[in-house]
Each structure stands twice: as structure tokens, then as C-alpha cells.
Nanobody, 125 residues
Framework: QVQLVESGGGWVQPGGSLRLSCGAS????????MGWFRQAPGKEREFVAG????????VYADSVKGRFTISRDNAKNTVYLQMNSLKPEDTAVYYC??????????????????WGRGTQVTVSS
């Protein structure tokens, strides 16, 4: 059974940057698609970014395109989310997830099988 653990969240001023990490233990994620989602208070969980098994393919939500970059290091069983030019509307709990039976890079949370517990990102002045 895999465990996903996010880290790197915190408070940052608008325009700032953060880098989230998601480490997997218990099972290699090299054969799974990895995704980042976020959930703000009172809102549904939404897709942020996804990355293919070999790291070549990436998909982003329109709201973060050009500002966020997803990457992975399969040797370290870790996926990253570099977040630049952060805005107050990026404030949310960020979750990483693994899709063990991928057909492309899914945007729906229902397609992901394993989830971390999340890390809080707060963007405010």
C-alpha cells in the first residue's frame, strides 16, 4: 500500500513562490500518473496539474497555466509542484494523488486511487 505525503506548503505574499513536494513510500509510483489537486474552503476539490509516468507529458488547469510547473523524479519516488506568481485565489489545501491505471492524464479526482493528506498554502498580504 502506498503512502503519499505532501510538504512545502505555508504562507506567502502575492507574487511569491512555493515548491510543493509529494513523496511516496511503500510502492513505486513510476508506473502511475501523478496529479495535484486543491480545495479551498467551501469549494469542491479541483484539478491543478498532472504528469505522465515518464514525466514528459503534463497537463494544467487554465487557472495555473504559465505559473505552475509539475515535475517528477521517479528515482526518488517524488513529484513536485513549483508555484510562481502566486495569487490570493491560489489559497487552498493542496493534495497529491496517484492514478494506478492511467488512461492519459486524468483531470477528475475520481480517476485517482491514492491520496495524500494535503498541505496548506496561504497567499495573502
Amino acid at each position: 500500500q502506498v503512502q503519499l505525503v505532501e510538504s512545502g506548503g505555508g504562507w506567502v505574499q502575492p507574487g511569491g513562490s512555493l515548491r510543493l513536494s509529494c513523496g511516496a513510500s511503500g510502492r513505486s509510483c513510476s508506473n502511475c500518473v501523478m496529479g495535484w489537486f486543491r480545495q479551498a474552503p467551501g469549494k469542491e476539490r479541483e484539478f491543478v496539474a498532472g504528469i505522465s509516468r515518464n514525466g514528459v507529458g503534463t497537463v494544467y488547469a487554465d487557472s495555473v497555466k504559465g505559473r505552475f510547473t509539475i515535475s517528477r523524479d521517479n528515482a526518488k519516488n517524488t513529484v513536485y509542484l513549483q508555484m510562481n506568481s502566486l495569487k490570493p485565489e491560489d489559497t487552498a489545501v493542496y493534495y497529491c494523488a496517484a492514478d494506478w491505471s492511467p488512461v492519459g492524464i486524468a483531470r477528475s479526482a475520481r480517476d485517482y486511487d491514492s491520496w495524500g493528506r494535503g498541505t496548506q498554502v496561504t497567499v495573502s498580504s
